[in-house]
């Protein structure tokens, strides 16, 4: 990325006094890997938020948006702009209506709904972040996505300069994706409209989720969680190659579906490890850092991993992680 100049730095610090400047960015990705950002700022407000990106518009500074920093890897030298960490929070419940900020936690909005006897978002306990990642990448675990959860989402459309609000249909919700990875947006919440059920229940399936989480995803690690996408596919010829070799369980072949984790797992992939980074032991999908990892070792190990899936299988594994800086 083109650097700074010291000029851009002074004039955007002067508008906005909050700013930092070369702030460590491993100290905001649950991976902890990342360098410095040239201008870092926290906001809480929407208003200021618009008013931070037309600015940085203006004087020719890239920007990038993050949550909870749980799904990217951010480059070994930083990122040469400003990044914007989103802190709007403020949950509401209303009869069955749920109002989340985007920078709720996506699992403490599950609990919160779940305490309500509100049912049908149990699973978003299981996702890592905050909201407005969870909807920007369609998040989804334990059999459930924001694309079955969202009635509707606020935004800034960034090229538009004007706020919106979406339907879910118009937020084009796909696997792993929305109109939000096309479209440059600020997410600012969402609302979904949940059922009335039995409290306890629902509370049993959060506890049951998490101990599921907890056997069978690495614990006390460093993660971004799942780096790669399961591998979809629309008939059986996709699988030639695989079917050659391993037997694949019909759970799988019914939903068209083929998790990234396995494919890993029947390579023997799990516990490989380049520099500090390391497939993880317990689930072939997470990559940890163990202590001192550059995002160099991550992107050698990423490469590493596609490279043995192709090779094996044919199989093209396709990043779910964002890469920031690079």
């Known amino acids: 990325m083109q650097k700074l100049s010291d000029e851009q730095v002074a004039t955007f610090v002067a508008a906005y006094p909050a700013a930092k400047q070369n702030e460590l960015l ?42 909870g920093g749980s799904n990217i890897l951010v480059s070994d030298t930083g990122y040469e702009g400003v990044i ?22 996506t699992g403490l909005i599950a609990r919160l709904s779940a305490d309500a006897g509100l049912i049908g978002f149990e699973w978003g306990v299981g996702v890592p972040g905050t909201i407005g990642g969870a909807i920007y990448g369609n998040a989804g675990c334990f059999g459930g996505e924001m694309k079955d959860a969202v009635a509707s989402v606020c935004a800034y459309d960034i090229l538009k300069e004007k706020k919106v609000t979406y339907s879910n249909g118009e937020c084009m919700f796909g696997y792993r994706d929305s109109r939000f990875k096309h479209e440059p947006h600020i997410i600012f919440g969402m609302t979904m409209v949940l059922e009335r059920g039995n409290i306890f229940l629902a509370k049993k399936k959060i506890e049951d989720i998490m101990s599921k989480r907890k056997d ?28 050659r070799d391993v037997e694949v369980p019909s759970e799988l072949l019914k939903v068209k579906k083929i998790p990234a984790g396995w494919l890993i797992d029947t390579l023997g992939l799990k516990g ?9 032991s317990v ?12 995002a160099q070792d991550v992107l050698a190990l990423s490469s590493y991993v596609k490279m043995k899936v192709r090779d094996a299988y044919g199989i093209l594994l396709e990043d779910e992680v964002q890469y920031v800086g690079f």
């Open 26 to 67: 491993l100290s905001h990705t649950f991976l902890k890997i990342g360098g410095p950002a040239r201008l870092y700022i926290v906001v809480q407000d929407a208003d200021i938020y618009v008013s931070i990106i037309e600015f940085a518009k203006k004087i020719s500074i890239p920007f990038y948006i993050i949550g």
């Open 272 to 280: 490989y490890a380049i520099g500090r980074a390391q497939v993880s």
């Open 283 to 294: 689930h072939g999908n997470f990559l940890v850092n163990l202590g001192g990892a550059r």
């Open 216 to 243: 069978t995803q690495p614990q006390g690690a460093f993660s971004a969680g799942c780096l790669f996408k399961n591998f979809e596919y629309k008939n059986t010829d996709a699988l030639s190659i695989l079917q």
């Open 84 to 105: 914007i960490q989103m802190n709007m929070r403020g949950s509401k419940i209303e009869e069955t209506v749920v109002s989340a900020c985007a920078g709720d936690f």
